[in-house]
């Protein structure tokens, strides 16, 4: 059978590009090699292919938890080797699943699925491979503590919707991408996840016609958009014998703040007079890490005010414990269990963290 010559043309061309490269070219590239020999040739529809296009795609974002704070633990070495173990890991996945690696930025990558070629089971393999990735990962740890290397953790986040896919910059650099709000989203969905959950669209969660087990949908409040977003946990695929591995330590979403707050020192159920300035330096749904200058006790329950001028609500209502105390640049550092919040008041909470998460 006789191949016709364009297509023989760039079989060539990628075959050289990948032996050059020493990798096989990505799927924008063999996109964009499409279009620029239809050109050439002068064929019909010659640079369709280059042209912006909108498609239905399905963008999965992953993170590593924690990972900036090893950088300044662990030598420089350990660092590198950690990573470049895990992204191999990963793309390995990511290969066999037939996404498309869209970026990595420092600890973080995107993914896409259906941006260059679409496929009917985009949205099915976008979320096995979310599956697979946490999977690996747990492998991975197992091989980073075999080499006495701190474990690792991912979230990661999956949506599904209409981007514009295309070659976007300038003469001085450009790049084959694809861009949207809804990758905006799935980047804020990502951002919710704690370590080693997958968390989906309620878009994404839709086109999986119920062949999926997720937990039922929470809002969640993001950035930029004016109504809350539903997102649902996966847990598995059960056609597919996939798992999502749980981490029983996941208690909540916490994020980095200084909120000004006094505390007041109980006695019995007797809120004592003398309040305490300090400053909240990390809160989330169950407790709150305080910066003070005066010296606590562990075991101390206190009564906190505060502000939380993202939802207008000022906090008159709850009651926590001193877990633990730590020094740092002079300040006691306080960590502190909340025993006791009203339900407007945790209402409230849940959506101040949340638009925290959303907006970091």
Do not use: W
């Not at 938890?65 to 080797?81: D, E, K, N, Y």
């Amino acid at each position: 059978m006789k191949i016709e010559p364009r297509i023989e043309a760039q079989r060539r061309l990628q075959a050289l590009l990948a032996r050059e490269a020493g990798a096989a070219v990505s799927p924008a590239v063999e996109t964009e090699l499409a279009g620029i020999l239809d050109e050439a040739l002068g064929q019909a529809g010659s640079g369709q292919e280059l042209a912006v296009v909108k498609r239905e795609v399905t963008i999965l974002v992953a993170d590593l938890r924690g990972f900036i704070a090893l950088t300044s633990s662990q030598p420089a070495g350990t660092i590198v080797t950690m990573l470049n173990l895990c992204l191999e890991r990963m793309s390995e996945v990511i290969s066999r699943y037939q996404g498309s690696i869209d970026k990595f930025t420092g600890d973080s990558m995107t993914v896409l699925f259906g941006a260059y070629a679409e496929r009917p089971d985009d949205v099915m393999r976008a979320m096995a491979c979310a599956v697979e990735m946490q999977l690996a990962m747990r492998l991975l740890n197992d091989q980073y503590q075999r080499g006495r290397m701190p474990e690792l953790y991912m979230g990661i986040g999956l949506n599904t919707g209409s981007v514009m896919v295309g070659r976007f910059g300038s003469e001085a650099f450009s790049q084959y991408t694809v861009i949207g709000n809804e990758v905006s989203l799935a980047s804020r969905i990502e951002s919710f996840s704690l370590r080693g959950q997958v968390l989906i669209s309620e878009n994404t969660y839709k086109r999986s016609n119920g062949t999926v087990s997720a937990t039922e949908p929470v809002d969640v409040f993001v950035a930029g958009k004016l109504v809350p977003v539903k997102v649902r946990e996966l847990i598995a695929i059960p056609s597919l014998h996939l798992k999502v591995p749980r981490q029983e330590f996941r208690r909540s979403h916490r994020a980095e703040v200084r909120i000004p707050c006094s505390l007041q020192i109980l006695e019995g159920t007797t809120v004592l007079p003398n309040a305490i300035k300090a400053h909240i330096l990390d809160i989330g749904y169950h407790g709150v890490l305080l910066e003070l200058d005066l010296p606590i006790e562990v075991g101390f329950d206190v009564k906190l005010n505060f502000d939380m001028t993202l939802v207008e609500y000022p906090v008159t209502d709850i009651y926590a414990r001193v877990m633990k105390i730590s020094h740092a640049d002079g300040h006691v550092l306080a960590g502190l269990e909340f025993t006791a919040l009203g339900t407007e008041t945790n209402t409230k909470l849940q959506m101040f963290v949340q638009m925290l998460v959303g907006a970091a």
